[in-house]
């Protein structure tokens, strides 16, 4: 089993539209989580950290389950700008990140 | 946050030829760093933890004979894939982690390429 899994995708919408992802994380122990956004051929960029009491950084907010062990990420009001790959990362402090396999959004006109 | 820089940015080489990649932190010391690998429509996969003055910690099924590591300094680590063949082309990305411990801050990635 793999530790961190997230939807296949791809994810194809609208611009305007709400899009949700989602991903699952099988080690108990991890204590940070994050959202990463990658484009084609370039290194992953931090999008945002992942609270339980959930965050917000304007279109986009994320989620935490700890009991679940899952994560969200919620965007609204979709850009074209938007579409690349969105990453979902486990880690313990310190260590490596674990990253899911990546869901693939494209936005289009 | 930390500026990360790797060199070269691609990279084209022949079976059994050995390709050296730099990982350089510009403004931060990092007593570790990591490297990844990435195949196309994968996920990052870790392949080593790179300790300054010690021995790489290579993940389970990672040659640590065939991709050498080496961290000779606080803003310095080298990956070296040696004997490359076609299957190790591949996106090579580093990262350290910052002052702040789930702070990790990416280099802009090797692209490999083995013909």
């Known amino acids: 089993r793999k530790e961190v899994e997230q939807d296949p995708g791809p994810f194809n919408v609208p611009e305007g539209a709400t899009v949700a992802f989602n991903c699952t994380y099988s080690n108990s122990a991890s204590q940070s989580f994050f959202w990463y956004r990658q484009d084609c051929r370039k290194e992953p960029k931090l999008l945002m950290s992942v609270y339980s009491s959930g965050n917000e950084d304007g279109r986009f907010t994320a989620q935490l389950n700890r009991a679940s062990q899952y994560i969200s990420l919620l965007i609204r009001d979709s850009k074209l700008s938007d579409s690349a790959t969105y990453l979902c990362v486990a880690s313990q402090a310190g260590t490596a990140l674990i990253f899911g396999k990546g869901t693939t959004l494209s936005v289009s006109s | 946050g930390a500026v990360v820089s790797q060199h070269p940015s691609w990279v084209i080489c022949k079976s059994g030829t050995s390709v050296k990649i730099e990982c350089r932190s510009l403004?931060?010391?990092?007593?570790?760093m990591f490297w990844y690998r990435q195949f196309p429509k994968q996920s990052l996969m870790l392949m080593a933890t790179s300790n300054e003055g010690s021995k790489a910690t290579y993940e389970q099924g990672v040659e640590k004979d065939k991709f050498l590591i080496n961290h000779a300094s606080l803003t310095l680590s080298t990956l070296t894939v040696t004997s490359a063949h076609p299957e190790d082309s591949s996106f090579y990305i580093c990262s350290l982690t910052g002052t702040l411990s789930y702070e990790q801050y990416f280099g802009p990635g090797t692209r490999l390429t083995v013909t």
């Open positions: 403004d931060f010391q990092a007593t570790t």
